[in-house]
């Protein structure tokens, strides 16, 4: 099937508006620089509710070949899924991950289950100027071998900047840890967070980019997206808006979760089938 091969309809997209943007200031801060001593043994619950795929079926867990899941991701249409380029790289030997060593699970709600569709990888699309976490274009879209019977999520408009006015409740899911040093969750979680000022999320975090980038989460912390969750999606009016990045710790107070700026990367996102 055509769209299955090489370049995808999303990578094609993305990848134009790749070529379009000049990359920004590349900041070299360690996004962990910010925090307070003080903070740095506080872990807090990130503080969501059980979801399930029968809710949010768009919702993937990325595992590796042994089936441990390491990242989400969002199925975008049948065959693709979008996810972190940092979820695309092995963090241990700094290699992009191949194809087949990524297996994309959707509609199981508990990752210890055999429940859902296991998909295999055909193609890892990497944005080309994503360098690490901290200086933006945190993205991949990875084309599937064959379509998923999943309903997908469309994604946000390209250009839409309403959709990240701050004081905006979006809904980010995942099986990530839901406490800062605690193990991740078998089953999908998700919690509501409201969008932060451009200026609130740089004054959190030296290296913060509003091209490339949104941050979102309360001044108190206590709701977050944590490790585990990074490539999943974060949801608002029914759209996905961008996919889980980085954060100091998880949902300290001060320091919200930072996020992949989706309508800067999908130009041509009505086209998606
Ligand atoms: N980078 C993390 C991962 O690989 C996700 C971090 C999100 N953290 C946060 N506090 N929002 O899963």
């Known amino acids: 099937m055509g769209r299955h091969t090489g370049g995808s309809k999303a990578a094609r997209s993305l990848r134009r508006m790749a070529v379009a943007g000049a990359v920004t200031a590349l900041a070299s801060t360690n996004p962990l620089a910010n925090a307070e001593p003080s903070e740095q043994a506080q872990p807090r619950v990130l503080g969501g509710t059980s979801s399930s795929t029968d809710a949010a079926p768009w919702a993937v867990a990325l595992t590796d070949t042994y089936g441990n899941h390491f990242c989400g991701g969002t199925l975008v249409s049948a065959g693709e899924v979008v996810t972190a380029a940092h979820c695309a790289v092995d963090p241990l030997t700094g290699a ?4 087949e060593d990524i ?3 959707a509609g199981r709600t508990d990752l210890r289950s055999t429940q859902g569709t296991v998909g295999s990888v055909q193609d890892v699309w990497v944005h080309p100027e994503y360098r ?13 071998s064959e379509p998923m019977p999943q309903r997908p999520l469309p994604m946000v408009e390209p250009g839409d900047t309403e959709a990240y006015a701050p004081g905006t409740t979006a809904r980010v899911y995942g099986w ?10 078998d089953t999908l979680r998700s919690v509501d967070v409201p969008i932060n ?10 290296n913060y980019d509003e091209r490339s980038m949104f941050c979102a989460g ?3 912390g206590g709701k977050d997206a944590c490790a585990g969750d990074s490539g999943g999606p974060i949801v608002a009016d029914g759209k996905l808006i961008g996919v889980v990045s980085y954060g100091t710790g998880c949902g300290r107070p001060g320091t919200p979760g930072v996020y992949t700026r989706l309508a800067n990367y999908v130009p041509l996102a009505n086209d998606l089938p």
């Open 96 to 99: 992009q991950r191949s194809a």
């Open 103 to 105: 297996q994309v699970v």
């Open 132 to 144: 690490d976490i901290t200086s933006g274009d945190d993205l991949a879209v990875l084309s599937l």
């Open 176 to 185: 990530g840890r839901t406490s800062e040093n605690g193990p991740s969750s």
């Open 197 to 206: 000022a451009d200026d609130s999320c740089k004054s959190a975090y030296a």
């Open 218 to 220: 309360y001044p108190e």
